[in-house]
């Protein structure tokens, strides 16, 4: 499994933009399925964008499709999410998450390894 480490968190005003990066420790970061989850307090942790390790698929959540973009550098173990025009309603607590098979889910219990979170809020 691997360690994952999130960051780029922040405050920032609607319409702004972040860079989430997510560093991975262990050999087989660019043979794992790498996703970006987000959960606000009472919700259900939810899909954003996941990408796939051999061809590098990627797949969006409705509300992230056209303002969010998920890449990955093998050669550096990060894992990145671009993140523009951003509304309040994006304000949650951000994770990285990998998983072994390819295939991008969208079910959070189908990822092994999990960051620690990386908090974005998006004020009005």
């Known amino acids: 499994q691997l360690q994952l480490v999130d960051s780029g968190g922040g405050l920032v005003q609607a319409g702004d933009s972040l860079r989430l990066s997510c560093a991975a420790a262990?050999?087989?970061?660019?043979?794992?399925?790498m996703a970006w989850f987000r959960q606000t307090p009472g919700k259900e942790r939810e899909f954003v964008a996941g990408?796939?390790?051999?061809?590098?698929?990627?797949y969006y959540a409705d509300s992230a499709l056209g303002r969010f973009t998920i890449s990955r550098d093998n050669a550096k173990n990060t894992l990145y999410l671009q993140m523009n025009s951003l509304k309040p309603e994006d304000t949650a607590v951000y994770y990285c998450?990998?998983?072994?098979?390819?295939?991008?889910?969208?079910?959070?219990?189908?990822?092994?390894?999990w960051g620690m979170g990386t908090q974005v809020t998006v004020s009005s």
């Open positions: 990408i796939s390790w051999a061809v590098g698929d990627t």
């Open positions: 998450a990998s998983r072994r098979i390819d295939y991008v889910s969208q079910r959070p219990v189908d990822y092994t390894s």
């Open positions: 262990g050999r087989t970061f660019s043979s794992n399925t």
